[in-house]
């Protein structure tokens, strides 16, 4: 085989050939899991976001208030948790349905 006939793949679900990496690029997008904030916007790495309510943080002793901002957020691969980081907190792990985007 050559080495062009090597980078091309058979995809069942279109019934197509196509090259690797973009049948690589399809299956990862379909993977991926979709979070929401509490209004239904579609939340991403290194988002701003705002707290709806207060919340009590386990552990840390402490509650966060409602409308405190919560810089760059990371997403899970839970589609209702996103990690965050704020000050004095390790490991911050908030619902999304606790936060709107900003």
Do not use: H
């Not at 058979?10 to 993977?31: F, I, N, V």
């Not at 840390?60 to 990690?83: C, F, H, N, V, Y």
């Amino acid at each position: 085989m050559s080495d062009s006939e090597e980078d091309y793949v058979y995809d069942e679900a279109s019934g197509e050939w196509m090259p690797a990496s973009q049948l690589a690029a399809q299956r990862a997008a379909a993977d991926a899991v979709e979070v929401r904030d509490a209004v239904g916007n579609l939340l991403a790495d290194g988002d701003q976001v705002t707290l709806i309510k207060d919340l009590e943080v386990k552990g840390a002793g402490q509650t966060l208030k409602r409308g405190t901002l919560i810089k760059s957020i990371r997403l899970t691969g839970d589609p209702q948790e996103i990690d965050c980081r704020f000050e004095g907190i390790k490991g911050l792990v908030l619902r999304a349905e606790f936060v709107k985007k900003r």
